[in-house]
């Protein structure tokens, strides 16, 4: 029977303290992002209102790196603000592209070339603008996808680190038990097989 070799102190060391890094960070980053677009949402339905115009609308696909691809409606507008044009292209926070084009295609049959709209702007930035405001349903992905990889990542950095050490020790007491023709009784000493 083939015995397991024993992780390198190296090994160990990346699974229990680095390979948990890339999810914490992306966790983190995601959910800050993906919290700060909340707020944005939720601020949007108090923000002052200008009237704009579609520029141009249609459905583009994005292929993927390995294969594969997005369809996500392409919308641009334009409105003025105080004698100055400004444009914008969200339509609503949390905007997703998906492998199914009907999504995109049902947002540019509500947003068509040359069709007026209410804009609504950051006074501070008017270049941050959307045409949803609030909170809709798809703006939670991206905090919950933030989340979902950060808890991964502190689970990963807290869990294993205990289970490399539970398993070196396993290992440790396994190579240091006497052989199979001796016995140790309970004072320690090693007393012949029986």
Not at 81 to 101: L, M, R
Request: aromatic share 12%.
């Amino acid at each position: 029977m083939s015995v397991a070799k024993p992780m390198s102190p190296g090994m160990s060391f990346f699974f229990a303290r680095i390979f948990p890094l890339p999810f914490i960070l992306v966790g983190g980053l995601t959910l800050y992002s993906g919290t700060r677009s909340l707020f944005r949402a939720k601020e949007s339905l108090s923000w002052p209102v200008a009237n704009g115009r579609v520029q141009r609308a249609s459905v583009e696909y994005h292929r993927g790196d390995k294969g594969g691809g997005t369809y996500h409606a392409e919308i641009l507008y334009s409105f003025t603000v105080n004698d100055q044009t400004h444009s914008g292209n969200k339509v609503a926070f949390g905007d997703y592209g998906s492998s199914d084009p009907s999504h995109a295609q049902n947002i540019v049959n509500r947003y068509f070339k040359d069709k007026a709209v209410s804009v609504r702007y950051l006074t501070t930035d008017p270049d941050v603008c959307v045409l949803e405001p609030g909170i809709r349903g798809q703006a939670w992905f991206l905090p919950g996808f933030g989340l979902v990889f950060l808890v991964a990542g502190t689970f990963m950095a807290v869990i294993l680190p205990k289970v490399m050490r539970k398993q070196a020790n396993t290992e440790q007491a396994r190579f240091s038990e006497p052989g199979d023709d001796a016995l140790v009784d309970k004072r320690g000493s090693v007393a012949p097989g029986r």
